[in-house]
C-alpha cells in the first residue's frame, strides 16, 4: 500500500529487498519513479494510484538496474523517461537477446521466482543529454545525473515538496555499490556523485533510497556523509566502521557483508592489474 510522504509524494515498499517505488501527483496524472517489484506488487501500485484519482502519464527509471526498469499492463501507456546514458545502457543490455532469459534465471535463485514481469522491462525513452526536468505536468523534478553506482543513474529533487529520490544511493540498510565494470575510476565517480547531491541537499525533508527506509530531514546528510565514508575508507585501504556489514547490520540484511568482501576483491585485483593504489 502507498505511505504519503509528503504532499502529493508517496512511496510503495517491495518486500523483496525493500525496493522503494515513488508516486508523485501531478495536475492531470502522477509520475512513477521506479515501481516494483512483483506482479501483484505492481497491480497494487497501480489500484492505490487509481484511487488516488490519478492515472499514470509518466515513469522515470533512475538507473538502468533490472529491478528500476519494470513496469505493467496494469499502469498503462505512459512515456518512462531515463537519462540518455541510462536509456543507451539499457538498449545495449536489451540487444542481447538471452537479456531477460538471464534475469529470469537469477531470480530462480530468490524468493521471487517466476513472480516478477518482464514483458515490459527497460521500455525507456533517453531524455537528451543535459536534461535538467522530466518532462511532466506536475511539480518540478530535478534531475541530478552522476555516474555512481551505473551509468546515467539519477537523483531526483522534487523541490517544492522536499523529496530527494535518491536511486541506489543514501540508503539505511545497503552500503555503497560501485560500478566496477563501466567506469575507470569508480571509488572517485562516486564521491563526484555523493558531493552533487549533498549540492541539492538543503532544504531536504524526506529522503528515498532505492532500497531501505525513508529517512526525515535528519537522515539526508547523515547518509551522505556515511557513504562517503565507507566509499574514503576503501579508498584508503581501511576497515569501514559501517553498521550495515558486520555483526551491527540490520537482520535480513547480514548478506550485505559478502557485498562489501566483493568489492574489495575487485578493487584489489583492478590495482594489481593497473599498478594503481586501490
Not at 502522477?30 to 506482479?39: E, H, K, N, Q, S
Not at 505536468?137 to 551509468?151: L, S, T, W
Request: hydrophobic share 40%; proline share 6%; net charge negative.
Amino acid at each position: 500500500m502507498l505511505r504519503q510522504v509528503a504532499e502529493g509524494v508517496w512511496v510503495h515498499e517491495s518486500e523483496f529487498v525493500q525496493s522503494n517505488a515513488v508516486v508523485v501527483q501531478g495536475r492531470a496524472g502522477a509520475l512513477l519513479i521506479d515501481p516494483g517489484v512483483t506482479g501483484s506488487e505492481i497491480d497494487c501500485l497501480a489500484n492505490d494510484v487509481r484511487g488516488l484519482g490519478q492515472p499514470v502519464v509518466a515513469g522515470f527509471s533512475t538507473h538502468p538496474d533490472w529491478d528500476h526498469l519494470l513496469w505493467h499492463a496494469s499502469l498503462g501507456e505512459a512515456p518512462r523517461y531515463g537519462t540518455a546514458r541510462c536509456a543507451a545502457t539499457v538498449r545495449d543490455q536489451l540487444s542481447d537477446a538471452g537479456a531477460k532469459a538471464r534475469i529470469a534465471a537469477h531470480l530462480l535463485e530468490t524468493e521471487i521466482a517466476g513472480q516478477v514481469p518482464l514483458d515490459l522491462l527497460g521500455l525507456i525513452t533517453g531524455l537528451p543529454a543535459g536534461t535538467a526536468q522530466i518532462p511532466w505536468d506536475g511539480p518540478q523534478v530535478r534531475i541530478v545525473e552522476h555516474q555512481a553506482h551505473a551509468p546515467g543513474h539519477a537523483a531526483l529533487l522534487i523541490e517544492e515538496r522536499g523529496v530527494l529520490v535518491a536511486g541506489d544511493m543514501l540508503s539505511d540498510v545497503l552500503i555503497p555499490m560501485l560500478d566496477l565494470d563501466g567506469t575507470a575510476d569508480p571509488i572517485e565517480d562516486h564521491l563526484v556523485a555523493l558531493g552533487l547531491i549533498e549540492g541539492v541537499a538543503d532544504g531536504v525533508d524526506v529522503v528515498v533510497p532505492g532500497h531501505g527506509s525513508v529517512g526525515g530531514s535528519d537522515q539526508v546528510k547523515a547518509r551522505i556523509e556515511q557513504d562517503r565514508a565507507y566509499v574514503l575508507a576503501l579508498r584508503n585501504g581501511q576497515v569501514p566502521a559501517d553498521p550495515r556489514i558486520g555483526p551491527s547490520a540490520k537482520p535480513g540484511w547480514e548478506w550485505v557483508a559478502g557485498v562489501h568482501e566483493h568489492q574489495l576483491q575487485r578493487l584489489a585485483q583492478r590495482s594489481e592489474r593497473d599498478g594503481t593504489p586501490r
